[in-house]
């Protein structure tokens, strides 16, 4: 595993993905998002990326997390609130 880097995320610039956010224990989870995103960038603290779905609404994800990915999927998982969170790219057909 490696930290979050923000250009590791740039390519899901524009393409349609499913966010999911779920904890260690297999506990409480929220619905899969259908989404695209906008753009990514730094939060002004420069302590977690941004992944903008328009102009106002995003999701931060800690820089602290560790990342697992591959071309299709991205996940990051933050220790300190024991979240887990997973971009994927979506197929269109």
């Known amino acids: 595993m490696e930290l979050t880097k923000l250009d590791d995320v740039k390519r899901f610039v524009g393409v349609p ?3 999911v ?8 989870q929220a619905p899969v998002v259908k989404k695209t995103i906008k753009k990514v960038q730094l939060c002004p603290e420069g302590t977690h990326i941004r992944f903008y779905f328009d102009d106002f609404y995003f999701l931060a994800v ?12 991205w996940s990051a998982f933050d220790s300190e609130s024991g979240l887990t969170y997973t971009v994927k790219k979506v197929k269109v057909f």
Do not use: A, F
Request: charged share 35%; proline share 4%.
């Open 17 to 19: 993905v499913e966010i």
């Open 21 to 28: 956010i779920h904890d260690e224990d297999g506990g409480d």
């Open 62 to 73: 800690p820089l602290t997390s560790r990342v697992n990915q591959s071309e299709e999927q």
